[in-house]
């Protein structure tokens, strides 16, 4: 079975740009995560939708937002890129099955804002 | 906020056994104790979660004391491919029986070494 998948890899973008990054969960997979790792950090949640609706969202600017579509992908965008965006995207799918559901993460995008 | 506290770093004999302990006082009673692991610059890798008893898989021990406060991982044979960085995460419920999101700490970074 095919794991998360992330698109693209690696990307190169100018501070004020704009950046869409996606996600497609595990097949079967309702729920989508996604979080945001710079360099010599672990990981850090930013937003997690079920069945298209945002369920949880970190501690992040009005300039992060998300959606997830009907079978279950999802997108990440980000506006006004800052150098501080530089970082490792990460993706994370799972069924749910309640409080205990678990994560499975994807390769990564690897964003580099210039 | 990070609910758990790992060393930072650990080496390990090749063919030995790893341990990696974790602390995790202030865990409640309905969390659960994850682990993961990311090797460098991939995604996050499930190893193993647990509530009260001891779990083993595939992949891993993970020995929880009686009192919760506390757990260690155990690779049993390490390699060299098992060289990484584990994260140990008490699994945060937002009340909604669909969220919970992944507080990643800092880690700790596992050398296996010839």
């Known amino acids: 079975d095919a794991g998360v998948t992330q698109s693209p890899t690696h990307l190169i973008k100018t501070r004020g740009q704009q950046v869409t990054l996606r996600c497609s969960p595990i097949s079967g997979h309702k729920s989508v995560s996604w979080y945001q790792q710079v360099l010599g950090q672990g990981p850090q949640f930013i937003f997690q939708y079920y069945e298209k609706e945002e369920r949880g969202r970190g501690n992040f600017p009005d300039r992060f937002s998300a959606r997830q579509f009907p079978n279950y992908s999802s997108e990440l965008n980000v506006n006004a890129l800052l150098l501080g965006d530089s970082a490792l995207y990460l993706c994370?799918?799972?069924?749910?099955?309640?409080?205990?559901?678990?994560?499975?993460f994807g390769p990564g995008t690897r964003l580099t804002v210039l | 906020d990070a609910k758990t506290t790992q060393p930072t770093s650990m080496d390990c004999a090749e063919g030995r056994a790893a341990n990696l302990p974790c602390n995790h006082s202030?865990?409640?009673?309905?969390?659960?104790v994850y682990w993961y692991r990311q090797i460098h610059s991939q995604g996050p890798q499930y190893i193993i979660h647990g509530l009260k008893n001891n779990e083993t898989n595939e992949m891993a021990s993970l020995i929880i004391t009686e009192d919760r406060k506390s757990s260690t991982l155990i690779l049993p044979h390490a390699t060299l491919r098992d060289t990484a960085v584990y994260y140990c995460i008490v699994r945060v419920a937002d009340g909604s029986s669909n969220t919970g999101k992944l507080i990643f700490g800092q880690g700790t970074t596992l050398q296996v070494k010839p």
């Open positions: 202030t865990i409640s009673g309905n969390e659960y």
């Open positions: 994370a799918s799972s069924l749910p099955q309640g409080s205990t559901d678990t994560q499975y």
